[in-house]
């Protein structure tokens, strides 16, 4: 016997029943991943945030520490160059008292000389 337009009806109601549970599993599925992948968003966007700040904070002290390398560098060159003027200074007066000693001794050996007459 051919199925009555009611048995007909009743299957399709059942496999539409069917497939709403199936869609509404589905979609309970699809709210769960969506929330994760929310608070994944929401993870990654706090690690940028901290990121950005981790940058900013060594950029400020990349600045600071290359303006202390500057300053260092700008004292090392006063004091190198105060040093070269000491040394010059020390080597000319060590000079200038051996070349005094030297007239020293010529002078007492001028002195000591016989003089010619």
Same mark, same amino acid.
């Given at each position: /016997? &051919? &199925?009555? %337009?009611?048995? !007909?009806?009743?299957?399709?109601?059942?496999? *539409?029943?069917?497939?709403? =549970?199936?869609?509404?599993?589905?979609? $309970? @599925?699809? /709210?769960? %991943?969506?929330?994760?992948?929310?608070?994944? #968003?929401? %993870? !990654?966007?706090? %690690?940028?945030?901290?990121? @950005? $700040?981790?940058?900013?904070? $060594?950029?400020?002290?990349?600045?600071?520490?290359?303006? /202390?390398?500057?300053?260092?560098?700008?004292?090392? =060159? #006063? *004091?190198?160059?105060?040093? !070269?003027?000491?040394?010059?200074?020390?080597? /000319? =007066?060590?000079?200038?008292? @051996?070349?005094?000693?030297?007239?020293?001794?010529?002078?007492?050996?001028?002195? *000591? *000389? &016989? !003089?010619?007459?």
């Amino acid at each position: /016997r &051919p &199925p009555s %337009d009611i048995e !007909t009806i009743i299957r399709r109601n059942e496999t *539409l029943a069917q497939e709403v =549970r199936d869609l509404q599993q589905e979609n $309970a @599925r699809m /709210r769960k %991943d969506n929330e994760s992948l929310m608070q994944m #968003v929401k %993870d !990654t966007q706090t %690690d940028s945030q901290q990121l @950005r $700040a981790e940058i900013f904070a $060594a950029s400020t002290d990349r600045h600071a520490l290359r303006r /202390r390398l500057e300053n260092t560098t700008q004292q090392y =060159r #006063v *004091l190198q160059d105060h040093v !070269t003027h000491q040394t010059d200074a020390i080597i /000319r =007066r060590q000079k200038e008292e @051996r070349m005094m000693e030297e007239e020293k001794k010529w002078a007492k050996i001028t002195y *000591l *000389l &016989p !003089t010619a007459a």
